[in-house]
Nanobody, 133 residues
Framework: QVRLTESGGGSVQPGGSLRLSCAASGVDSGSKCIAWFRQRPGIHAPGKEREGVASIYTSDGNTRIADSLKGRITISQDNAKNTVYLQMNSLQPEDTATYYC?????????????????????WGQGTQVTVSS
C-alpha cells in the first residue's frame, strides 16, 4: 500500500523559508515520480484547484519546477530515506496554501513527471503553509 506523508509546514513571515518533506512508503524502491502540488484558499475554478509546484524523477534526479516559482523553489531527494524535499525560499503571502505530495504508478522516465494532478494516483494528506506578517 502506497503511503505519502508530508511534514514541515507551518507559519512563516514574508521573505522566510520552509522545507517540506514527503516520506514515501510502499512505492517501488526503484524509480519514483513524485510531485508537489498546492491548493490555495479561494481557488475553486475547475481544473485550477491544485497547482503544480515541482516534481522529480528519482532515478536520474530530473526535475520540473513551475515557471512562476523558478528561482524560489528547489526539489530534492534522499533515496536512503525514501524522502523528497521541497525547499521554498522568499515566501510570500500568495504562497499560503495546503501543499500536497503525490506519486504515480506509471514512472518510466522524466516524461512522467508532468505537473498535472490527474497524472498522479497517490496523494498525501497535505501540510499547511501560511505566510503572513
Amino acid at each position: 500500500q502506497v503511503r505519502l506523508t508530508e511534514s514541515g509546514g507551518g507559519s512563516v513571515q514574508p521573505g522566510g523559508s520552509l522545507r517540506l518533506s514527503c516520506a514515501a512508503s510502499g512505492v517501488d524502491s526503484g524509480s519514483k515520480c513524485i510531485a508537489w502540488f498546492r491548493q490555495r484558499p479561494g481557488i475553486h475554478a475547475p481544473g485550477k484547484e491544485r497547482e503544480g509546484v515541482a516534481s522529480i524523477y528519482t532515478s536520474d534526479g530530473n526535475t520540473r519546477i513551475a515557471d512562476s516559482l523558478k528561482g524560489r523553489i528547489t526539489i530534492s531527494q534522499d533515496n536512503a530515506k525514501n524522502t523528497v524535499y521541497l525547499q521554498m525560499n522568499s515566501l510570500q503571502p500568495e504562497d499560503t496554501a495546503t501543499y500536497y505530495c503525490a506519486a504515480r504508478r506509471a514512472c518510466a522516465g522524466p516524461w512522467h513527471i508532468r505537473l498535472v494532478p490527474v497524472d498522479y494516483e497517490y496523494w498525501g494528506q497535505g501540510t499547511q503553509v501560511t505566510v503572513s506578517s
